[in-house]
């Protein structure tokens, strides 16, 4: 296929791509060079400097190089609307492109989009596109479809055709008026309402409802800059609150194209998406409040039900907000060591989730130690400090594994949240790890309703994720065995028996709980070693849903010094002791109508008790640390003996089917009789 040659200043192009520019210097250069890279050359590029107050022209005027396909115009700040309808209307070429002044194209961008609407003859042609940080890195390809999961329908050549004749495929297509070209009769005397932000959509509305279909190139041709300062996207002031003003264009939209159908339908699904998209920019939490409760009172007034079913990306605890809960208390127990609890809040503050509390309990009285956690609340804008009451002077000194106990209870017995995690100081929940955590409870737990209301005993009752227990190592699955389990691990619901409970990592950090459904079953820590294994599986054995996130969410803190609960050397008796507050719950979930363990349960876990004990106790200098390794075996056979565990000579194949695989020659000789 030839391409036309170059427009001139006195020729009619047949492009114009208008480009709105304020204060993006830092960017301006690469857009203005990507167009000039563009295959197809018979393009205008109309620059619209909208009041800049940094370098935007003059980067904007060294990267043209005197090219005369760049017309830039300056003019006084508008707004981003006015920009763009200055731009059309000194646009002269036959098909409209919008490039936003901070985002690139791809080479055969102009070309491939001219392409497929020639071929057609059709109005407007989109693509798939690409998000950008600021610092140039590049994430997956997206297809520029709501209800569509990134990376999905990408990398085709294929031209698809999408009929628009009904609301509910028109709001598939992201509105933006970028990764899009139209022929400008489509467009009209169409303009951008000025005034407001979020300009974009009433504008692809009007548009979408003067044509019949769509094209689209999966293909990601278009490079979306995201996260930068000042972007209309994060700006998480009242403007937010203007939102309901565009949703109220859209539904007249909708009320004025009697020949569209769905509408009724479809109101509903975008209101519940872009509802939810202005909320991921608040971070004050006074303006989250407000903006659900004006949110919650629109939906009620315009008869509208919450609806995020139709698209995986519309996080649903957002939802659970609009009903009037707090959808997360995340507990942290600390010591008041700061390093380990400074990291853990740094973590939690990043999250792009914010609808959630954190309590962080200190296990003890110690004032100092009360202070360093007031101090590092101060990270996060809902964060509190509870400290667990002290216990009579008659009693036992504390030991460290009861003193968790006590601050993960406290924390739930104070927590306000929907849902509970438990996390340790030092673990770092990865950036969308609480958002996602939430959203797979919700979405993969019964569904009782769509409405806000509904969801009062709404999600499974606990979920699970893989971790990373080194940050430069391999993620676990969260399961110590995976043997027949490989179909479970990509799915988002776990189908729970005695079995698959038995093979659950107890870690708390990589897990999530209705709390609900830990109050009404009384599940609670137990103040002994193995506090997280009888609470895990307990759980597990009376759940009656469990979601699975089959992406690492977490990792651990990996100081041996900031994990000395874990690490804690135990006696065999003290491990024995254990296993019965083991046996007992699993009897009490059983009198629950739990799930029934298999056959041989109780060895197993016995055995996956002592490798844990023989590979992860620290002692101080090695000369004890092998004295405990040689005591603890000699110990734990007696004590296998005595309740009757060791395992009857056989072969190393048959001891393979009745404990884990890791579990390597020394444990099995401790095991053996």
Known sequence: ?????????????????????????????????????????????????????????????????????????????????????????????EFIAFVDGDDRVEPGYLARMHAALLADGGDLVSCGLRYVSPSGGAGPP?????????????????????????WCEVIRHFP??????????????????????????AFFWQVAARTDHLLRLPDALYLQTQGRDGQITRDGSDRVFEQFAVLDQLAQIIAESPHRTGGDLAFPRIASRLLFERSLAIHDPGRRARFAARARAYLAEHDVQWSPHWDPGIGRGFGLGLAGHLPLTVIVPSDGSATPLQATLRALAAQGFRDFETLIVVDGCDDDARLTALQHAALLPRASVLAVQALPEADLAPTTASRVARARNRGLDAAQGYFVM???????PHPHALGMAVDAMLRYGPQLGSGPDDMLDMGADMGFFPFLPDPNGPAHCGLHD??????????SAFAITGETAMRLHPLPSAKIFRRAFLQNDSLRFAGHELQSWQFTLEAALTARSVAHVPIPMLTLD?????????????????????????????????????HPLPAGWQHRLFARMI????????????????????????????????????AEPQSEAQMAVRLDPYIGPRVRKIMQP
């Open 1 to 93: 296929m030839s391409l036309p040659t170059a427009a001139s200043p006195t020729t009619t192009p047949q492009i114009t791509v208008i480009v709105a520019v304020h204060n993006v210097q830092a960017y301006i250069a690469a857009c203005i060079k990507s167009l000039l890279q563009q295959g197809f050359t018979d393009f205008e590029a109309v620059v619209i400097d909208d009041g800049s107050t940094d370098q935007s022209r003059t980067e904007a005027e060294e990267a043209a190089a005197g090219d005369p396909r760049i017309r830039i115009f300056p003019y006084a700040n508008g707004g981003l609307s006015a920009a763009r309808n200055r731009g059309l209307d000194l646009a002269r070429g």
């Open 142 to 166: 997206h297809p520029g479809l709501h209800g569509t999961e990134p990376g999905a329908q990408t990398g085709s050549d294929t031209v698809e055709r999408h009929d628009l004749g009904n």
């Open 176 to 201: 933006s008026a970028w990764n899009k070209l139209y022929r400008r009769s489509l467009i009209g005397d169409l303009r951008y309402v000025e005034g407001y932000v979020y300009e974009d959509h």
């Open 422 to 428: 438990f996390l340790d100081a030092g673990d770092l």
């Open 482 to 491: 995976i043997e027949g389990m490989q179909a479970h691990l990509i799915a």
């Open 558 to 594: 990996g100081l041996a010094g900031h994990r000395h609960f874990w690490n804690a050397p135990t006696s065999a008796a003290g491990l024995s002791t254990a296993l019965d507050r083991v046996i007992t719950a699993t009897q009490t979930a059983a009198d629950r109508g739990g």
């Open 611 to 646: 490798w844990e004990k023989l590979n992860f106790s620290l002692h101080p200098n090695p000369e004890r640390a092998a004295q405990y390794a040689e005591t603890f075996a000699r110990d734990m056979h007696s004590e296998l003996s005595r309740r009757g565990l060791l």
